[in-house]
């Protein structure tokens, strides 16, 4: 059985192989660490980007814009909470727009205090996220439901437990 993180890699490699995700990238994601908890270790598409989240979310809305299928992690939720304007406006796109403008993007980011970080490493982003309006907002349990909803679909947002992701012996 895989684990929560092996659970990913694989949805991620899978995608990048026959659903066409053309970027995977964010803090850390590229080689040779493979993120934070180490789930974009190995894959072809992924790169680092700067310790900048606005700029990961506006980079992975040009990428969708531009046709692509990006696939961007903010590295700690903690994080994400300077973005909020800009996800919201990437869940509107499709509304915004009549219809004719769809945001085909997945942003991953661990959540909770599971890791025992520190004040920036710690925080709960899952009640903050169900409140942007055209995102599906995810947090599997387990490694099978990791898979299945990595897979599933545009406009995504995977918190994953940083309890789950970061424990040893749950790698």
């Not at 890699?9 to 995977?24: F, K, M, P, Q, S």
């Not at 894959?43 to 979310?57: C, F, M, Q, V, Y």
Request: charged share 10%; aromatic share 10%.
């Amino acid at each position: 059985m895989a684990t929560l993180v092996q659970a990913v890699r694989l949805a991620l490699h899978y995608g990048e192989e026959n659903l066409g995700v053309t970027d995977i990238f964010g803090e850390d994601v590229g080689p040779p660490l493979g993120g934070v908890f180490t789930a974009t270790q190995g894959l072809k598409t992924a790169w680092n980007s700067p310790l900048d989240e606005r700029g990961i979310i506006g980079t992975a809305m040009g990428i969708a814009y531009a046709g692509g299928l990006p696939v961007c992690e903010i590295q700690f939720c903690d994080y994400g909470f300077n973005t909020i304007d800009l996800l919201k406006v990437a869940g509107n796109q499709r509304w915004a727009g009549a219809g004719n403008y769809a945001m085909p993007m997945v942003l991953m980011t661990p959540s909770g205090s599971g890791i025992r970080g520190s004040l920036y490493h710690s925080h709960s982003f899952e009640s903050w996220a169900s409140r942007l309006a055209g995102w599906k907002v995810v947090m599997p349990s387990n490694p099978l439901d990791a898979y299945g909803l990595m897979l599933s679909g545009a406009s995504i947002m995977a918190l994953s437990s940083s309890w789950s992701s970061g424990s040893p012996g749950m790698r």
